[in-house]
């Protein structure tokens, strides 16, 4: 699981370059839409790191719930899926 969180770490590391360079376009009085472009690209990045844990999670944890007879943990999941709408 260790190789597929790496994927992971590289999305919010780049979230997080992205972040300091918007508080700097921030402090720099930058234009309204480039700061509101990167923030949206920020966001993209961080769903698309959320989406991977989410599946990673689903792959394994709910898989092996199941298969032991655990159903808690789709409840778990479809929680998790309604806080992102």
């Not at 234009?31 to 690209?41: G, N």
């Not at 959320?50 to 943990?73: F, M, P, Q, S, Y």
Request: charged share 35%; glycine share 4%.
């Amino acid at each position: 699981m260790a190789t597929k969180q790496e994927n992971v770490r590289k999305y919010i590391s780049i979230a997080k370059g992205q972040l300091e360079g918007i508080i700097r376009m921030i402090d720099e009085d930058r234009y309204c839409l480039e700061i509101s472009d990167q923030l949206m690209a920020t966001r993209a990045l961080l769903k698309k790191a959320n989406n991977k844990i989410l599946k990673n999670h689903i792959d394994h944890c709910v898989r092996e719930a199941i298969i032991d007879g655990d159903e808690t943990k789709i409840d778990e999941v479809i929680q998790a899926l309604e806080k992102q709408i």
